[in-house]
């Protein structure tokens, strides 16, 4: 009896203890919070590189700083909707990320959806801190689309699950030349 008392006791602690399957994320704006969930068991490296961001405090007081949409690109380039962020306009940051392995949508079958998070990089195995998420779908961002002329696309890693109306809420932000004008601030991005 004393076993199955601690059996119950160990299997409703664990259960609480673990919200959910795969990890979530919230990145905490100045224009609301976005809910993330990410994918470990598709693509490990870019979800292990982003948590250590993420616990060691490195996204704290961020931005978004980037957007592209239909007006801002040139017309004969293809075409592609998405807010980007991360430390890149961040003044104080004084991290200088390790290069993650690229991770394909071939190999992850996370394909860039809309809502999907991804990597941001310029050569495969160059990202780092930079991440976009994706509005609309954004079949030129997988593997063998037409917005990299290497064809290797980019690593997806998760999807918004709550909080798209704040994603569009920053994409409609203020921009000049696919920067937004202020930048949109993000106070911290945490585990939930």
Known sequence: MRYLYLLL???FVFSCSHKYKNPHVEIQTELGDIELELYPEQAPKTVASF???IDSGYY??????RVLNTDNQSSDAPKA?????????TPSAKFHPAFVPHETTQQTHILHKDGTISMA???PGTATSE???????QPGFDYGGANNADGQGYSAFGKVVKGMD???KVYNSKEDNTSFEPPVMIMNIVRL
Not at 81 to 89: A, D, F, N, S, V
Not at 131 to 137: E, H, L, R, S, V
């Open 81 to 89: 909707e998405l807010i980007q962020g991360g430390i890149y306009k």
């Open 121 to 123: 990089r310029n050569e």
């Open 60 to 65: 704290k007081r961020c931005s978004f700083y």
């Open 9 to 11: 006791i160990s299997f």
């Open 131 to 137: 991440f976009f998420i994706c509005i609309g779908d």
């Open 166 to 168: 704040v994603v569009r």
């Open 51 to 53: 948590l250590s961001h």
